[in-house]
């Protein structure tokens, strides 16, 4: 398939988009943000980070380059559900959020690749939905703490009542595997929080 860049040049929409450029740390939308503007990325990567109950960040895996950005929010009319944030430097195109979907409805080519990208971003969440249903939940309690120290520094402040309320467990449930991984060397509590003693075999506790 075509990348969104190749169908907006074979379509004569590329003179409508401006570049623009986002430093490694920079943020791109935050949590609530009317999305003004949608940006196609052609260089480095983004994040997204859901707001915890602690007011703190849980940071997605990074993706890109050859996406949209703020298009979902565009097209739904919705504000943005969370905060999106460059990784590395990043190159981007630029266009109003109104001129977008006047492309949108005048190219049949990417409407169908948008929709693509909406039906497997859905159908991704849906089998990480069943996964983790099946999944026990100290493997997603080592996966949040895998998660935490690759976009954080150490030690790791954790909210247990947060993490509680992600897993649909309890506090005392997410104490007990905290305390497993703690007697198994994999962690070490320290004052702030939780620090990472064994990073390989914290891996293991939710990678096969």
């Not at 003179?15 to 920079?26: C, D, E, I, T, Y």
């Not at 999305?35 to 480095?44: F, N, R, T």
């Not at 979902?72 to 460059?86: D, F, Q």
């Amino acid at each position: 398939m075509d990348s969104p860049y190749q169908l907006l040049r074979a379509g004569g929409h590329l003179k409508r988009w401006r570049p623009v450029s986002f430093a490694a740390g920079q943020t791109i939308f935050s949590p609530g943000e009317i999305a003004v503007h949608v940006y196609l990325l052609l260089e480095g990567r983004v994040c997204t980070l859901r707001l915890l109950p602690n007011g703190t960040y849980l940071a997605g895996r990074p993706v890109g380059p050859d996406i949209f950005l703020g298009e979902l929010n565009v097209l739904t009319g919705e504000t943005s559900l969370v905060k999106i944030e460059a990784v590395t430097p990043c190159r981007a195109l630029q266009i109003t959020a109104g001129e977008f979907m006047e492309i949108i409805r005048s190219d049949p080519a990417l409407s169908l690749w948008e929709a693509q990208y909406c039906a497997q971003g859905i159908l991704n969440y849906t089998r990480q939905v069943v996964f983790d249903f099946y999944r026990p939940a100290k493997e997603r309690v080592a996966e949040y703490l895998w998660t935490l120290t690759q976009n954080r520094g150490q030690p790791l402040a954790v909210d247990k009542e947060a993490l509680a309320a992600i897993l649909g467990s309890t506090v005392r449930t997410v104490n007990r595997y905290l305390k497993e991984l703690r007697d198994d060397g994999v962690i070490a509590l320290a004052e702030g929080g939780v620090v990472i003693v064994d990073p390989a075999r914290l891996q293991q506790r939710f990678r096969p």
